[in-house]
Structure formats: structure tokens, C-alpha cells
């Protein structure tokens, strides 16, 4: 019968309880979504399957999708035209070819060769979704109402089975592995086919009674699981044994069933079409059922499921994406399971077993698998406690913002510690004690000594950088360590404080860096939690590892070692297992590449969010488990119990980009040698691999031989390389995880770079050869050049020779020309001048007698002798006009005016100019026989009087002076 509503609340409500006892949550599962809210790539999956290299590939309407953990790869008719139609039902050969159906019955195949298609007969499968039946030989089958067909070696439809059904239609089919078919009809008959040829299946049932199938899912284990009436079944192969599963169990009439892929009759899963999901086990011949609560709002129908090898369990839904049932990894408390407040601070043992967890909300007991909350008028409820810690006299101490201390005595009282109050400090926050019993407490504003003597703080006055204390640490040589909010690190002994100067691998001082946490492993060395990395302290030396680049994160809060050879970090982002001996020779070597193998925890392992508390104290039980406080509650596990990454797991290449254009496409890792064109300045190497667990911290190391000096580590699935030279390389690359020695691990592609045509030895060859013919071809064109040149240039100087030497010539001529003009010119200068002396002498002749006449009074000649001055004046202007004609004088030309001139009183006045010179020289001018007619003469009246004067002067200058009887000139 029916099992009602409320009986199976409370049954899962009591398996939770004791789950709960036993220290484990009920919630075993941990659902995460993969739809397009969540950066998926659709939300109604059709089909779910994962192939034999580890990569999930999803049937959606937008096409066929490969996941691998991280990205996901879309096929669909825009990069692959034979894609039509949604893809229903999917598949896998045993060679790995991946097989998907389409809603328009077109079958595809994904290969290293590509995607090939073909058209389907009319099927009535394309109705149904999740995985495609297979042949014995891993072919696809379909049914097109007369029996069954698949594709054989030769890429050819052929006939698997003929039937002759009339009316029945098949519903439902599967191939087991025993390669025997069988056949569910719609009217509820279910046949098998083998060896033995057709065979009708006797279900068991009463007489009379309706036979409705509504599953039928070959397992892995020669099993088939069939839903007959709503009641669920297993049969054997072999033996044809059915057993039913008791219906109270799980009970579902009249509704179509989805049972998960790859699973075995020991666990399968089983989901409705309405959304339910139930897990089966089989124990010892009992099955047992358990109800899985999606956690998605709203209608989720169930399309297909499928059980993956590590444990996760893929369910396709109708319109929320992929959803992902994780095992959880550790325990997990909320407010909502009772813990009572989210941001825990302190988690330790409460000294019987359980454990005292210090949060926002107050102080809660975790005890026998309950909650309760612990408060009194002391402590109520609602008080933001910072940190809870046992002394050794077993006193309880609590640190909260709002005030002092709260301490438990050993006799169970609470009170408020009042010999702290009045302190300058204030801000009390951690506690820690030393080998003599002293308490020490850190505050926000200094440092205090709590033991018999009485109370002792310390400050920046003695020599603390910061007073804000984070983390106490006692040793065992009783020295107290301390770390402060942005003052680094410091140490205390016997009374003396000294900060720890260290610098990083970068030059860069740590004493402004933030100290969270101060560890002790197993051996005694002290693992300190700083901002961007970790100090180890170790007799007496502190290094420094500086992991902020090398590992993606900038803080890491607290480091635990795990007694199994791992150390755990907590981060912002969750939980981080390190190897010890890797983290040991990062820290020796100062190179965080040493650590290779990560793990890391998230809210995808059950962690009730990804951010641990920056200040909480950690705990470790005796059994083993860790626990840490995180911003959304509590989270404890068992390191041993982890489930370990995949270590061997292949690498795959993509895609190849040469300048942002893809080649090779994205089975570009079947197609191992690639040629580029040099002068494309970049490749980039796209590649994957298929890890689901802890996806996003996955790293990766590769090398391109002949260009990397060394392996590189990569957190991004793709790598650059710009401007490589011209030859052969070797592109290879792995998880870092992944055994180096292990070559199918490892991804690899042949990559030449061709040259340009200027670049190959042909081309080389003949430049150097044509520059050589070139070379001395200039060299000969020179020589002609030269000569030729030679030739002209001597041609050019015997024409300008000659060309010179009648310039010269000319030049000759032109300056016999200037000297004969210059001596004429001197000559006729000359005679200029010689003409100009006579007048002046008159003048001056004149000008004495004017001067000897106007002294004795005989003025009547004075007029007579300025009368003759005048006209001597005007001889002189001539005279002067004469020289100073540049055009006469070059030319040697003196033109005459020849006009009637009166001889004699020419003669006459030249003689009246001359009179007194005569004196002077006792001469006497005898002009009695000039007749005193006047004779006119033709001639220039000018040249004429130049030549009287210069007659009458040379006279008067050639005579010689006589006395007053003197000698007489003749007529």
C-alpha cells in the first residue's frame, strides 16, 4: 500500500536524527545547478551522458553540449550545419564515439574525424530522453515500426530485428550486457530477445491483472531495473530471477520513470518525470530507498539521469538546468539545524566529547547530536562572542566586543571577569596560556598578563608596532608569539618585546602585514597565516612563502596539519590541502611553484558557504575531525575521508586561435601537427580537462619545446604565444597533478612555423646570388659610367679651355680698350685742367690790379677789369660744363660750335686778362698793329679764347723777365 505523506516525513526525519547521533549530516548530498542563470548553457536538458574520457555531454534543443567540469563546448547549426533539431537521447560506442538522436530522428556521430549525419527512420524513441540503446557492438539502435535498425561498419543502415508487432508499438527497449534485447510494449508485454530468438516475459502477476511498464534500464551488472505498475523490479539477465522492491519503499503508480545510467544493481537511481528522486541500495538482498530533496523551488521535471564514476549522480531536468548530487564531504551546521548563530568565531571540545562553538548569537554546546544554547544572566543570548578557550584549572573563558571577559569557574558559576576593568586596553578578543599558568589576552588596544602576581599590559610603549592583537601563541621555551592587525608578527621573552623583521622574495618589509593565525604541527614548527602567505618558524628561524601569485590567493587565515601528511589553509575562498612535504620545499626553496597538488573545499563539497572566519579558532577532535568556523555556520570533517582529485585524467587541446581565428576546430587534438604562417604575432592553445571535482582551481603546467626553457604553470585553460620564430615546436601540457611520466596524461601538438618566402634557404640562395650579379653588375655599370664620365669631363675642360682663352683674349682687348679710354681721358683731363689755369690767372691777374687800382683810386679801370672777370667766369663755367660730361670724356669727344666770331675784341679781352702777369714780369704786349676793325672769324668762340689764353700764357711763362726797357714782342 501506499506509504502516507506524513509516515515518510517522519522516517526521514528519524534517519536524520541518527544520522545526526553518529556525528554525520543527514543532508548526504550536496545539489548544485548548472542552467543559463549560472553561466550554463540551457535549462531543459533532454539527455545526460558521460563518456569514457570523463567529459558530460548534454542533449539539449540548442544542440549537443560538452562540459568538462568548467567551460562547455556548444555544437550546434551555427558551427555545424548537419545539427538539426534538439538532440533527445544520447549515447557512447566502445570505441568512445559519441552517438546523439535528434528530435527530427537524425543521428549524429562525433568523432576524431568530426560530426557526421544521417536520416533516421520514423522512430517513435525520439520520444523518450536520456541514454540512446546500444548494440552488443556499441552501435545506436532505433525502431521504425518494423523492427529494429543501426549503423554498421560501413556507415550503412541495416536490419538488427524484424518483428511483426500489428498493433503493438514498442514503448521501451534496452539492450543488456549480455547483448540481449528487450522490448517493453505499450500494452504492457515485455519480449526478449537472444540466443534462444524471441521470448515473452512472464512478469509474476495475477491473472486478470494490468500489466503498465513505465521503465526499462539495462545496468552494468547483467540487470535490468523495469517499473511494472508503478511498483519497481530488477531482473537478472541470466537466470531471468525478478525481484520487486517493496512498494511501501517506493511507490509511484502510473508515472514514467527515469532510472540513472551506469549504475549497478548494488545502487541506482530513480526519478519521476514529476520531479522525485529516490537513491536505491541493495544490502545483503535488501534494497533500501532514500528520498533526495532537490532543493529547487518550483516544478523540475525529470528528463534523464546518469551515475558517474566518482560518485556524482547528473540529473537533466525539464527546466532547471543540470542539477549535480555530490556526495558531501563533511558535516555542515546552520542556524537552521539549531547551531543558533551563523558567524562562528571559536570551535573547540567541551571535555566530553562535544563541542562549545562561540558565534554572533552566543555560546552553543553541540553534544550527543543536539544543539542547545548556553546562556544566563552573564551571557545571554544574543552576544557577539569572539572566542571561547579552557585553561588549565578547567575555567572557561569568553571574549566578546561588548565588554570584559566572561569566565566559567570550575564549580560552574559564570561571571564577569571585573579585574580586567579600568584597563586602558579594552577590545578584549583572544586568550592563550603559557607552561607557568599566566593567561594571556589579546586586545584590541595592547597585550595582557593575567596569573597570581596580578595584571601587567604592554603597549606601543614597549615595543609593539600595533597594539590590535589577533592571534596568542605560548611555546614550549615559554615565549609568547603574537601577531597584530597590520603590525606583523612579534615574540615576547621574559618580559621583552620584539618585532620579527622579514621581507618577502619582492624586497617588500612584513612587519605592516596582518597575522591571523599561529599553528603548532605534529613536529613543533610554528605555520603562521599572514597576509599573502605563510611564515614557518623553525628553531628560531621565521621565513616567509609568499603564495599570493603563485596560488591565486591573497589571504590565508589559519593552518592545521591533519596528522596524515597535509596541511589544510583557510581562505576567503574555502578550504585549501596542501601536501605537507610540497608546502616544506616551497618554503625552503622560496618557490610556491614546488606546490603542485591542491584540494580545495567549497560549498559544492557541503560547506555552508566558501568564506571561513579571518579570526575564528580552529579545533582538532580526537578523532580526527577538523573544524572550522565559516560565515554561514559550522563545517567539521574527516581529512581521510576527502574525495581525492582525479590524478589521472587526461588532457585534451581544443582549439587552436592564429590571430583570433580558430583552426583545427575543436578536435584540433586529433589532428597533431599544425602549420602556421610566421608574421601571425599570436597563437593561442586552448585546452581541458575533464575534472569535476574542486573544477575551478584546477591547474595546469606546459611547454612548448623549443621556445619555454621550463614547464609553466597555468590556472587559465589557455596559453599565448606571440612572435615565434620560424621552425618546429612541440606543444605539451597536463594537469599538474597528473604523473609527468604517464604520456597518455599528457596533451601534445606538433606546431610549425612555416616562413615567409624571404625567409626559406631557396629564397636566401638566390638574393645572395642576385645581390651578387647585381653587386657586380653596379660595379661594371660604375666602371662604364666612370669612363664615360671621365671621357666628358675631359671634353667639358677642353671646351672651357678654349672658351677661357677667348674670354681671356676678349678680357685683353676689353682692357686695352680701358687703358687707351683711361689715357684719353687723362689727356683730355689734362688739357681741361691746363684750360682752367689760364682763367684763374686772369682772375687772380685781375683781382691784384682791381686791388692795386681800388688803393690808389682809379676806379674807372676797375670796372673796365670786372667787365673782363665776368667774361673769364664764363669761360670757366664752360670749361667746367665741358668736364663734367662723362659721355664726351669716354668718348674722347669735344664738339665744337662754330659760329662768327669777332677776332679782335676776342684778342682784345684775352689781353686786358693777362696785364697784370706782363707787369709782373717787366713785359709789355704790343698790340699796335692789330688793326681795331673788327675781324670775325668762324670758329668755336670758346676753343677759340683757350687757344689766345694758352697762347698769350706760354708767352708770358717761356719770357724772360727784363728791365722797364725790356724787349719788345712784335706784331
Known sequence: MLLPRCLLGKVISVCATLLSACGLSWAEYVISAFNQERGGPANRINGVYSDQQGFVWLATFEGLIRFDGATHTRFNTANHPGLLGGVFALTQGHDGTIWALSSTSVLLRFDAAGIQSWQGPVTYAAERFGKLPTTPQGRPLLDDLHGFVTIDENDEWVRFLHYEWKAEIPDYYTVDPLGQLWVATRSGQLFLFGEEGKRVIDLGLSPGQPQVISALVALEDSAVVLSVNGQLAIMDCATLAIQWIDRDQLYIPQRRLRISAGSTRSEFWVASISGDVFRVREEQGQFSVKVIDLGVPGPHMVNSLHRVADGRVLIGTYDRGLLTLLPRTGVSYAPADGLGGALVNAVIDDGSGGLLIAHGRGLTQYTEGRFHSISNAVLPTGQYLLDVYRDRQGRLWTSSLSGLPIVREEDGSWRKFTEFAGLAVGGFRTFAEDNDGVLWVGAERGLVAYDNNGIRTYGVDDGMRSTFVLSLFADADNRLWFGTARGGLHVLVDGQISPIDIIDRAGRPLSQRTVFSITPDESGVLWVGVTGGLMRIRNDEVTFLDLAESLGYTTFFHVVSDHSGYFWLSTSRGLLRVPRDELVAAV???????????????????????????????????????????????????????????????????????????????????????????????????FTSPVFIDAESTRFVAKLEGFDPDWRVLENRFIDYTNLRPGRYHFRVRLMEADPDNQELTASLALTVTPQFWQTPLFIVLFVALALVVIAGSFKFRLHFLYNRQKMLQRLVEQRTEEIQLQHAELQQTNQKLANLNQEKNEILSIVAHDLRNPLAAVESVANLLLADARKGRYSEVESLLSGQINSVEQMRELIQQLLDNKRIEQGLILATIKPVDATALFRQVARLFHHKLIQKSLRLDISGISLDSIYVAADPVLLRQVLENLLSNAIKFSLKVTPSGYALGA
Do not use: C
Not at 625552503?588 to 560549498?603: N, S, V, Y
Not at 575564528?616 to 577538523?626: E, H, I
Open 588 to 686: 625552503e626553496t622560496a618557490d610556491p611553484t614546488r606546490i603542485r597538488t591542491l584540494r580545495l573545499l567549497t560549498a559544492a563539497d557541503g560547506l555552508p558557504g566558501n568564506a571561513v572566519r579571518a579570526n575564528s579558532r580552529t579545533f582538532r577532535a580526537a578523532n580526527g575531525f577538523l573544524w572550522f568556523g565559516m560565515e554561514n555556520g559550522l563545517f567539521g570533517f574527516q581529512p581521510a575521508k576527502i574525495r581525492e582529485r582525479p590524478t589521472k585524467v587526461a588532457t585534451y587541446i581544443t582549439s587552436l586561435e592564429v590571430n583570433g581565428e580558430e583552426i583545427g576546430g575543436d578536435w584540433v587534438h586529433t589532428h597533431r601537427s599544425h602549420s602556421v604562417a610566421y608574421g601571425k604575432n599570436r597563437i593561442q592553445i586552448h
